[in-house]
């Protein structure tokens, strides 16, 4: 250590003031000795940074270590034993080791230079704190002393103005004592004042402040009458909120509400405030029921002497009256319902209120966890109660309503009460499904077979009254607009309010009828100010608007301005009859002005139905009605809507289909089961619509000789007989065509109807009945169109005698030898008969709208006879020359030409078949044989008499006939 500071002392500056005390006693002879030594060493040992280093990192590392290390013991181990010292080696470690010290030195030199100015500068800074801890230590001697001194000259001061101090405080709480003590008496009449403002919160807030401070000065004697006083006020205001709280059932007032919940939660007693309102609920719903209904009863009692009063609740709803009962029972959902709403409003005021009301006298630091527990506890307690309370309130509400449902017998009553009773227990029901989410199992219950039984006895005279429509019905046109449609009807009117699409404009929407409108805000929103879901809503609509002309103004307008105009005639018609007949250009324009003019009667859908249909609607509105309100029996109402449209379209079926008779030539068999070659057959579905609906819905005449069954022929309906009045022969009105137009086309628009109302009859019905009502729709309401193909071409095949252009057809000479250039006269006889029958169609046109499906049916089938007609003719000639086959075609172009002239048909149906058979004639032999296994549509004598004339070899002739009887002979099996 000596040897680091004498090395600082002669490496630092020489200046006297640098130098630290320590530095300048450190000069004594040892120092000096250890000078000359530090140096001789250095001159031994040169300054040397790299080779210091390397000396450096030689050291061992125990040297480094604890302090407690002896290096000359460390050394002296190492030394081997006496006898075996070698002095040069002792010499040599000694030699290292001095220049390790020598290096080691060196380096503690300069870290001790290195560092000394920042040595100087904390030697300084300590030398300034002492100096300042002395003048400190002079600050406080100073301070006590001051002190010492002002103790001892105001301690007797002070302690005299501190009694007096105290003695006026005394003094002033004696003072406050007096004042409450004085207010206390003068309570009692504040208290009773706020009772008759109904301020129950302020009452009882008072009357607690008042305990509370009575409390506090219960050592006076005039305070103790007075405690007993205000406790029978408490009581006295606990009774009285609890009739305040009772008035809340009836008639919800949010203030009054909030005042009577403030009031017990200062009390403290909120969960037994909602047990106490949910007895009174119990209470309100008893009485409220008991009071109408009794009303009512005494109402209609008059005079006598029973005490109605005295009696229960369902022997009273037995002597309600059927003048009395819908007043009443509406009165009584009003009242209930009220009853529901001030609850339904409570749950509400919950709901917005979740946080509890906080007393004006609750102090800031009252607020502590056992507080917010118990308020949480509260609020629990009342949800459950709240939310349980719903199905209890619903129950005896629902109990009530059933009792007087069942009170009475329904089977009495008119449709529109009935129906309105129902509607008010469906209006009833969808509450109580908003109000608690109930099924309402018992209302159901309770009307259902009730219902399904005035429904059954309902249906029963309404269909017996279809019959009785259908045997009186002349089946002339009802003048309806020519956009009718069955929501034009006033049983329709909650469709259409509910927005159902018009058949044919689009897909129908799901309707409902109009209270569903409501429900979907829910009742309790639109009707919770004022009002009721039991109201009459007075129905402000237009009466009914469907009786017009069905269209004929506007067509005749349409024809006035454009007789003279054939510009919407197809070109291509107009130059087949230029290039057919260049010399007829003149007359084929005038046919075509002509043809346009009484075209314009048969153009576009006109509404044809008659009174019966319309009747049919009308009770197709009324069951669609009892659907809306009986929906657990709208199953049941949907099968007796079906049943209906079966007992009209078999109607239809058995008036205008079967009457047809049949000839040799023309075989029009309709009857179920039978068919022809002409297209008047019934299809596979229609035939086995007709089948069930006679199966299942006619009661047939028994045979001869049996008794019917009633029970059997209970659900069935007697078969429809036409009336005597219509009449459907005579050729002058084709047949009654007006008639059976009037009736096919009026199911068809039925049918269309019923389409329309198939989206919504799919939504009140149950899922699992879905595919019944599916298959209703697709193998009986979608085949109705199909009864226009047997009626029609049945009238069709009866207007032209083509017996007679047969007959004449047989009198003509087809072995010619010269070619004609004059058509035969059976076609002009042909082409006047069909004149004649486009002259009877435009007479039937302006009595009934003919549709243009119509009209297409007829001329198309009654030119497929015409063309069989031609094919007949032709297959009786025995002989045919070639000149015989040249006149054929041209009678035949003949009639074409002059058809175009009468009908719009396009193409000519059946052309094909009578070209294809003439064309024939001149076949080969191989060919002929080809052609004969081609065309089976032709008959085994038509092929027969081709062979004979068009094949002159004998033995290919013969081949070709035998042929011929094979195919009939096939054809047969």
Same mark, same amino acid.
């Given at each position: 250590?000596?040897?680091?500071?004498?090395?600082?002392?002669?490496?630092?500056?020489?200046?006297?003031?640098?130098?630290?005390?320590?530095?300048?006693?450190?000069?004594?002879?040892?120092?000096? $000795?250890?000078?000359?030594?530090?140096?001789?060493?250095?001159?031994?040992?040169?300054?040397?940074?790299?080779?210091?280093?390397?000396?450096?990192?030689?050291?061992?590392?125990?040297?480094?270590?604890?302090?407690?290390?002896?290096?000359?013991?460390?050394?002296?181990?190492?030394?081997?034993?006496?006898?075996?010292?070698?002095?040069?080696?002792?010499?040599?470690?000694?030699?290292?080791? *001095?220049?390790?010290?020598?290096?080691?030195?060196?380096?503690?030199?300069?870290?001790?230079?290195?560092?000394?100015?920042?040595?100087?500068?904390?030697?300084?800074?300590?030398?300034?704190?002492?100096?300042?801890?002395?003048?400190?230590?002079?600050?406080?001697?100073?301070?006590?002393?001051?002190?010492?001194?002002?103790?001892?000259?105001?301690?007797?001061?002070?302690?005299?103005?501190?009694?007096?101090?105290?003695?006026?405080?005394?003094?002033?709480?004696?003072?406050?004592?007096?004042?409450?003590? $004085?207010? @206390?008496?003068?309570?009692?009449? *504040?208290?009773?004042?706020?009772?008759?403002?109904?301020?129950?919160?302020?009452?009882?807030?008072?009357?607690?402040?008042?305990?509370?401070?009575?409390?506090?000065?219960?050592? /006076? *004697?005039?305070?103790?009458?007075?405690?007993?006083?205000?406790?029978?006020?408490?009581?006295?205001?606990?009774?009285? @909120?609890?009739?305040?709280?009772?008035?809340?059932?009836?008639?919800?007032?949010?203030?009054?509400?909030?005042?009577?919940? %403030?009031?017990?939660?200062?009390?403290?007693?909120?969960?037994?405030?909602?047990?106490?309102?949910?007895?009174?609920?119990?209470?309100?719903?008893?009485?409220?029921?008991?009071?109408?209904?009794?009303?009512?009863?005494?109402?209609?009692?008059?005079?006598?002497?029973?005490?109605?009063?005295?009696?229960?609740?369902?022997?009273?709803?037995?002597? +309600?009256?059927?003048?009395?009962?819908?007043?009443?029972?509406?009165?009584?959902?009003?009242?209930?319902?009220?009853?529901?709403?001030?609850?339904?409003?409570?749950?509400?005021?919950?709901?917005?209120?979740?946080?509890?009301?906080?007393?004006?006298?609750?102090?800031?630091?009252?607020?502590?966890?056992?507080?917010?527990?118990?308020?949480?506890?509260?609020?629990? /307690?009342? $949800?459950?109660?709240?939310?349980?309370?719903?199905?209890?309130?619903?129950?005896?509400?629902?109990? $009530?309503?059933?009792?007087?449902?069942?009170?009475?017998?329904?089977?009495?009553?008119?449709?529109?009460?009935?129906?309105?009773?129902?509607?008010?227990?469906?209006?009833?029901?969808?509450?109580?499904?908003?109000?608690?989410?109930?099924?309402?199992?018992?209302?159901?219950?309770?009307?259902?077979?009730?219902?399904?039984?005035?429904?059954?006895?309902?249906?029963?005279?309404?269909?017996?009254?279809?019959?009785?429509?259908?045997?009186?019905?002349?089946?002339?046109?009802?003048?309806?607009?020519?956009?009718?449609?069955?929501?034009?009807?006033?049983?329709?009117? /909650?469709?259409?309010?509910?927005?159902?699409?018009?058949?044919?404009?689009?897909?129908?929407?799901?309707?409902?009828?109009?209270?569903?409108?409501?429900?979907?805000?829910?009742?309790?929103?639109? /009707?919770?100010?004022?009002?009721?879901?039991?109201?009459?809503?007075?129905?402000?609509?237009?009466?009914?608007?469907?009786?017009?002309?069905?269209?004929?103004?506007?067509?005749?307008?349409?024809?006035?301005?454009?007789?003279?105009?054939?510009?919407?005639?197809?070109?291509?018609?107009?130059?087949?009859?230029?290039?057919?007949?260049?010399?007829?250009?003149?007359?084929?324009?005038?046919?075509?002005?002509?043809?346009?003019?009484?075209?314009?009667?048969?153009?576009?859908?006109?509404?044809?139905?008659?009174?019966?249909?319309?009747?049919?609607?009308?009770?197709?509105?009324?069951?669609?009605?009892?659907?809306?309100?009986?929906?657990?029996?709208?199953? &049941?109402?949907? +099968?007796?809507?079906?049943?209906?449209? &079966?007992?009209?379209?078999?109607?239809?079926?058995?008036?205008?289909?079967?009457?047809?008779?049949?000839?040799?030539?023309?075989?029009?068999?309709?009857?179920?089961?039978?068919? &022809?070659?002409? =297209?008047?057959?019934?299809?596979?579905?229609?035939?086995?619509?007709?089948?069930?609906?006679?199966?299942?819905?006619?009661?047939?005449?028994?045979?001869?000789?049996?008794?019917?069954?009633?029970?059997?022929?209970?659900?069935?309906?007697?078969?429809?007989?036409?009336?005597?009045?219509?009449?459907?022969?005579?050729?002058?009105?084709?047949?009654?065509?007006?008639?059976?137009?009037? =009736?096919?086309?009026?199911?068809?628009?039925?049918?269309?109807?019923?389409?329309?109302?198939?989206?919504?009859?799919?939504?009140?019905?149950?899922?699992?009945?879905?595919?019944?009502?599916?298959?209703?729709?697709?193998?009986?309401?979608?085949?109705?169109?199909?009864?226009?193909?047997?009626?029609?071409?049945?009238?069709?095949?009866?207007?032209?005698?083509?017996?007679? +252009?047969?007959?004449?057809?047989?009198?003509?000479?087809?072995? +010619?030898?010269?070619?004609?250039?004059?058509?035969?006269?059976?076609?002009?006889?042909?082409?006047?008969?069909?004149?004649?029958?486009?002259?009877?169609?435009?007479?039937?046109?302006?009595?009934?709208?003919?549709?243009?499906?119509?009209?297409?049916?007829?001329?198309?089938?009654?030119?497929?006879?015409?063309?069989?007609?031609?094919?007949?003719?032709?297959?009786?000639?025995?002989?045919?020359?070639?000149?015989?086959?040249?006149?054929?075609?041209?009678?035949?172009?003949?009639?074409?030409?002059?058809?175009? %002239?009468?009908?719009?048909?396009?193409?000519?149906?059946?052309?094909?078949?009578?070209?294809?058979?003439?064309?024939?004639?001149?076949?080969?032999?191989?060919?002929?044989?080809?052609?004969?296994?081609?065309?089976?549509?032709?008959?085994?004598?038509?092929?027969?008499?081709?062979?004979?004339?068009?094949?002159?070899?004998?033995?290919?002739?013969?081949? @070709?006939?035998?042929?011929?009887?094979?195919?009939?002979?096939?054809?047969?099996?």
């Amino acid at each position: 250590m000596k040897r680091i500071k004498t090395l600082i002392t002669r490496q630092g500056s020489g200046s006297r003031e640098d130098r630290s005390p320590t530095e300048e006693t450190a000069t004594t002879p040892e120092s000096m $000795k250890s000078i000359e030594h530090t140096l001789k060493e250095e001159r031994e040992f040169p300054n040397d940074p790299m080779k210091d280093a390397e000396v450096l990192e030689s050291i061992e590392k125990v040297y480094f270590g604890d302090e407690t290390f002896d290096s000359n013991l460390h050394e002296l181990n190492k030394l081997p034993e006496l006898d075996q010292l070698d002095l040069n080696k002792v010499g040599q470690d000694r030699d290292l080791l *001095r220049r390790q010290l020598n290096s080691v030195s060196k380096k503690v030199s300069d870290l001790v230079l290195e560092n000394h100015s920042a040595y100087s500068k904390e030697l300084h800074r300590v030398t300034n704190l002492q100096a300042s801890l002395q003048t400190a230590n002079i600050i406080c001697s100073n301070g006590r002393r001051q002190l010492e001194m002002a103790k001892q000259g105001f301690t007797v001061a002070s302690l005299s103005i501190l009694a007096n101090h105290k003695k006026r405080l005394q003094l002033l709480s004696l003072l406050k004592s007096l004042h409450t003590i $004085k207010t @206390l008496q003068r309570t009692d009449i *504040r208290l009773r004042e706020m009772m008759e403002e109904e301020n129950y919160p302020e009452a009882i807030q008072l009357c607690l402040e008042c305990q509370k401070a009575a409390s506090t000065f219960r050592h /006076y *004697r005039c305070i103790s009458e007075l405690s007993s006083k205000l406790q029978d006020t408490m009581e006295m205001i606990e009774e009285q @909120l609890d009739q305040a709280l009772a008035k809340t059932c009836s008639n919800f007032d949010i203030e009054h509400y909030e005042k009577v919940q %403030t009031a017990y939660q200062l009390l403290g007693k909120t969960q037994t405030a909602m047990d106490q309102l949910h007895m009174h609920y119990t209470s309100a719903i008893h009485n409220t029921a008991f009071t109408i209904v009794v009303g009512y009863v005494e109402l209609v009692s008059g005079s006598q002497d029973t005490n109605f009063q005295k009696m229960h609740y369902r022997d009273l709803c037995t002597h +309600i009256t059927t003048d009395t009962y819908i007043p009443c029972l509406v009165d009584l959902c009003k009242a209930l319902w009220e009853v529901m709403k001030s609850y339904h409003k409570i749950i509400e005021w919950h709901e917005t209120n979740d946080e509890p009301i906080s007393p004006t006298l609750q102090e800031s630091d009252v607020a502590s966890d056992l507080g917010n527990v118990e308020a949480q506890l509260n609020k629990k /307690y009342i $949800k459950q109660k709240l939310t349980h309370g719903l199905t209890r309130i619903w129950q005896d509400v629902q109990q $009530k309503v059933k009792l007087y449902l069942l009170g009475t017998d329904l089977s009495s009553f008119k449709y529109d009460d009935f129906i309105y009773v129902l509607d008010l227990v469906n209006r009833l029901i969808t509450v109580g499904e908003e109000f608690c989410g109930s099924k309402s199992e018992g209302l159901h219950d309770s009307i259902r077979q009730q219902s399904l039984n005035y429904f059954k006895n309902y249906h029963r005279a309404r269909i017996e009254e279809l019959q009785m429509f259908l045997e009186n019905e002349g089946w002339e046109l009802c003048p309806v607009r020519a956009n009718f449609t069955a929501l034009n009807l006033h049983e329709f009117r /909650y469709l259409r309010q509910a927005g159902i699409s018009q058949p044919g404009k689009g897909a129908p929407a799901s309707p409902s009828p109009k209270r569903d409108h409501c429900t979907r805000s829910g009742y309790f929103t639109k /009707y919770g100010a004022q009002g009721s879901p039991f109201d009459r809503e007075m129905d402000d609509e237009e009466g009914e608007d469907v009786i017009a002309t069905n269209g004929y103004e506007d067509e005749e307008r349409d024809s006035q301005g454009n007789e003279s105009d054939d510009s919407d005639v197809p070109d291509e018609l107009k130059q087949e009859y230029i290039d057919e007949h260049t010399e007829d250009q003149q007359h084929a324009r005038s046919s075509l002005k002509r043809r346009k003019s009484d075209r314009t009667h048969f153009r576009g859908p006109v509404a044809i139905l008659s009174n019966t249909t319309l009747n049919i609607l009308r009770l197709f509105g009324k069951y669609m009605q009892m659907v809306a309100v009986l929906k657990p029996i709208a199953f &049941d109402v949907v +099968i007796c809507m079906s049943q209906l449209f &079966d007992y009209y379209l078999y109607a239809v079926y058995t008036f205008f289909s079967t009457d047809l008779t049949t000839d040799k030539h023309h075989p029009s068999y309709l009857r179920i089961g039978q068919s &022809d070659a002409l =297209g008047l057959s019934l299809s596979n579905k229609i035939r086995t619509t007709l089948q069930r609906i006679n199966d299942n819905l006619i009661n047939n005449e028994p045979p001869a000789g049996m008794m019917p069954n009633p029970m059997e022929n209970k659900e069935k309906v007697g078969f429809p007989h036409i009336s005597p009045m219509v009449n459907l022969t005579g050729m002058d009105k084709l047949h009654g065509l007006a008639e059976r137009v009037v =009736g096919t086309e009026s199911l068809v628009f039925l049918a269309e109807q019923f389409q329309s109302l198939q989206s919504h009859l799919e939504g009140v019905i149950p899922a699992s009945k879905k595919p019944f009502l599916q298959q209703f729709y697709s193998q009986t309401v979608s085949v109705a169109s199909e009864l226009r193909r047997p009626v029609y071409r049945g009238v069709a095949s009866r207007c032209i005698d083509f017996e007679k +252009i047969l007959q004449l057809m047989f009198t003509v000479k087809w072995d +010619i030898k010269d070619i004609m250039s004059q058509h035969s006269a059976y076609v002009d006889v042909l082409l006047q008969e069909f004149q004649i029958f486009s002259n009877r169609l435009t007479d039937v046109n302006r009595r009934v709208p003919v549709p243009t499906e119509v009209y297409t049916i007829l001329w198309e089938h009654i030119i497929r006879l015409a063309n069989r007609t031609f094919v007949e003719g032709y297959a009786s000639a025995r002989k045919c020359s070639n000149e015989g086959r040249a006149l054929m075609q041209l009678d035949f172009q003949q009639f074409l030409l002059k058809l175009e %002239t009468l009908t719009e048909i396009r193409p000519i149906p059946d052309k094909e078949y009578v070209e294809t058979y003439v064309k024939a004639y001149y076949l080969s032999e191989a060919d002929m044989e080809s052609w004969i296994k081609e065309h089976r549509e032709y008959s085994s004598k038509q092929l027969t008499s081709l062979i004979n004339c068009a094949i002159n070899n004998k033995k290919a002739r013969q081949r @070709l006939l035998a042929s011929v009887e094979d195919m009939e002979r096939a054809r047969v099996r």
